[in-house]
């Protein structure tokens, strides 16, 4: 099956640097991708739409200047956090659509990056 | 607005005991999916099963079985005979209206089930 690929799976950084997680198609192309917040024991939160070529599409409250979304190429799409602070700390995880596919039953999901921020 | 309610947040049984987990969702789309995710501790979200909404009938895979209800806009899946693997939190989804891959997760249930 279609396989969503995150790295790094775990990061620690220094509060005020910026970090960077990958979400990689391995064995499809993806127009669109997307990456999600999850805060420990809560559910998940649609952060942007990354979209091949163009600029991302922020859901309403999300920092786009904080999550700089970058999706170069159709099969990688990168989020870093910059100047980060403790309270970004969360569970960032992506999905990705194959090209050509318009229906909701063909969404991949990442593993998934663990971010801390100390 | 598209709205995904797990009123259970956490549920613990005993090994070999059946148990339910509930999803009631909201939308105005006529045509929308739903999906069951488990995720384990270690983060990943594992793909359980996908319902679209013109296909109410209920489906059964191995110990796992899905009730889904149109009539009270309810995802329901029951485990039967848990097992301590079945460990994990459950994330009820939903997608929809002019965009697909957009999804909106419940706030999940966590199961966990003792030996």
């Known amino acids: 099956g279609a396989v969503v690929s995150q790295h790094p799976s775990r990061v620690i950084c220094k509060s005020g640097t910026s970090v960077k997680i990958e979400c990689r198609s391995l064995?499809?192309?993806?127009?669109?991708m997307f990456w999600y917040r999850q805060f420990p024991k809560k559910s998940l939160m649609l952060m942007a739409t990354?979209?091949?070529?163009?600029?991302?599409?922020?859901e309403q409250g999300v920092e786009k200047d904080k999550f700089l979304i970058n999706h170069a190429s159709l099969t990688l799409s990168t989020l870093t956090v910059t100047s980060a602070h403790p309270e970004d700390s969360s569970f960032y995880i992506c999905?990705?659509?194959?090209?050509?596919?318009?229906?909701?039953?063909?969404?991949?999901f990442g593993e998934g990056s663990w971010l801390t921020v100390v | 607005a598209q709205k995904v309610t797990q009123a259970q947040t956490e549920i613990s049984v005993v090994e070999k005991e059946d148990v339910t987990l509930d999803c009631v969702y909201e939308t105005r789309d006529t045509t929308y999916y739903l999906f069951w995710y488990k995720q384990p501790p270690s983060g990943e979200l594992v793909f359980l099963i996908r319902r679209n909404s013109f296909d109410e009938q209920n489906e059964i895979s191995g110990r796992y079985s899905w009730n889904f209800q149109k009539s009270t806009s309810s995802f329901n899946f029951t485990i039967t005979a848990s097992q301590v693997v079945d460990s994990a939190v459950y994330f009820c989804a939903l997608s929809g209206g002019y965009n697909f891959n957009k999804f909106y997760f419940g706030s999940g249930t966590k199961l966990n089930v003792k030996p």
């Open positions: 990354s979209n091949e070529g163009s600029k991302a599409t922020y």
């Open positions: 999905s990705a659509r194959p090209r050509g596919r318009i229906t909701g039953n063909t969404i991949y």
């Open positions: 064995d499809f192309q993806a127009t669109t």
